[in-house]
C-alpha cells in the first residue's frame, strides 16, 4: 500500500456495494466469505466494517481477469456433460 491507512479512502459498506452496483450484502459476503477464491480485503473501524477504495479497485480488477478463465471452465464443463450423456446414450443401445 503507498499510502498510510489513514490518508486512504475508506468507504462503508453501502458505499462501496453504490459504486459496484451491487446489494450491501453481497459486498459483505464478499468480505468476510469471498468469491471464486478471493476474499475483498476489509478493516474494522469501531464496530463498522469499512472497504479501502484501492482494495475494492483490485479485487474487481483480479474478478475481471478470472471471468474470462471461469466462462471457459463453465463451457468445458457443460461440454464434458454432453459427452458423458452421448456416451451413455452410445453404451445403451448396445445393451
Known amino acids: 500500500m503507498s499510502q498510510s491507512l489513514i490518508e486512504a479512502r475508506k468507504l462503508s459498506i453501502p458505499q462501496a456495494a453504490r459504486a ?10 464478499w468480505a468476510i466469505h469471498g468469491v471464486g477464491g478471493r476474499i475483498l480485503p476489509s478493516i ?3 464496530g463498522r466494517r469499512m472497504i479501502l477504495e484501492s482494495d475494492l479497485e483490485a479485487f474487481l480488477q483480479a474478478g475481471r481477469t478470472t471471468t474470462s478463465e471461469s466462462a471457459d471452465n463453465v463451457e468445458f464443463a457443460a461440454r464434458a456433460e454432453i459427452d458423458k450423456a452421448e456416451a451413455s446414450e452410445k453404451l445403451a443401445g448396445r445393451a
Open 44 to 46: 474494522r473501524v469501531g
Open 20 to 29: 459496484v452496483g451491487v446489494h450491501p450484502l453481497t459486498l459483505g459476503r
